[in-house]
């Protein structure tokens, strides 16, 4: 009974399949030799493909560039981008610039409007030669001040009459010599006439109309000194973002390249 027991509790192996000592299952009528060729043969397969890998990796690396330009275009690179980040800079203070220029004509054309009126511009594109401007208030003041320069030398220069000749004869009475001077008080002392206070006043606003022009004139000048500028610092805006736009693209170049290289 015991015998049976352990017969049963002990199967035989079966000898289909059996295991070597490498671990790999084989029948039961292969030999040791035979697993190992076939083990050889896995190996040499492996071997191959190492190999293959290895020849690719060496074909990559013979194709890459050495290592001096890599570091050449690391170091293009960082001084593209130093410089792309001036220009940046440059091109941001530029547009401030250009704003404060923009206000600052903006505050002049209000002025102009303000003393010139609406239509500033118009105005301003006339022509206005100072000289015949000059002549022709001359000409005008000489007209003005012809009949009052005419009235005062009448005055100054009075054509003698009896009367008076009757005032300074030395027999005259008394009361026509009172009579007399004072008549001739009252002529010395008389108010100014309203011709010269007339021609008062047309002189002090032809001197403000003067000043006024002058004054246009100095404003147009300067709008156009500003315009100039502006026009001088928008070429060289215009150069300065080309340039960066250029350096933008041979900057973005580099960079394909340099992550070509890299990979």
């Known amino acids: 009974m015991r015998r049976a027991q352990?017969?049963?509790?002990?199967?035989r192996p079966s000898l289909a399949?059996?295991?070597?000592?490498?671990?790999v299952l084989r029948e039961g009528d292969e030999s040791d030799l035979d697993v190992l060729r076939r083990q050889l043969l896995d190996k040499d397969r492996e071997c191959d493909k190492l190999q293959m890998s290895i020849q690719a990796?060496?074909?990559?690396?013979?194709?890459?560039?050495?290592?001096?330009?890599?570091q050449a275009l690391e170091r293009e690179f960082k001084n593209l981008e130093l410089l792309?980040?001036?220009?940046?800079?440059?091109?941001?203070?530029?547009?401030?610039?250009?704003?404060?220029?923009?206000l600052r004509e903006k505050t002049l054309e209000r002025e102009l409007a303000r003393l010139a009126g609406e239509n500033w511009q118009s105005n301003l594109e006339?022509?206005?030669p100072p000289s015949g401007t000059i002549r022709g208030m001359h000409q005008r003041s000489n007209t003005i001040n012809s009949p009052i320069v005419g009235g005062a030398r009448r005055t100054h220069s009075p054509s003698p009459s009896p009367r008076a000749d009757a005032y300074h004869h030395p027999n005259a009475s008394p009361g026509a010599r009172h009579t007399h001077n004072v008549s001739r008080s009252s002529i010395v002392h008389s108010p100014t006439p309203p011709a010269v206070i007339d021609e008062e006043r047309e002189a002090a606003r032809e001197e403000r109309e003067r000043e006024r022009l002058a004054q246009l004139e100095q404003m147009k000048l300067l709008i156009l000194?500003?315009?100039q500028r502006l026009e001088i610092r928008e070429e060289k805006l215009v150069k300065m973002v080309e340039k960066a736009e250029s350096e933008g693209r041979r900057f973005e170049g580099a960079a394909v390249e340099l992550k070509a290289h890299a990979a």
């Open 57 to 70: 990796l060496q074909d990559q690396l013979a194709q890459r560039p050495p290592i001096e330009h890599v």
């Open 126 to 128: 006339v022509p206005l």
């Open 17 to 23: 399949l059996a295991a070597d000592d490498l671990g």
């Open 84 to 102: 792309l980040q001036g220009t940046q800079r440059e091109n941001e203070k530029c547009m401030a610039d250009l704003d404060r220029y923009k």
């Open 225 to 227: 000194g500003m315009q």
């Open 6 to 11: 352990s017969t049963r509790h002990y199967p």
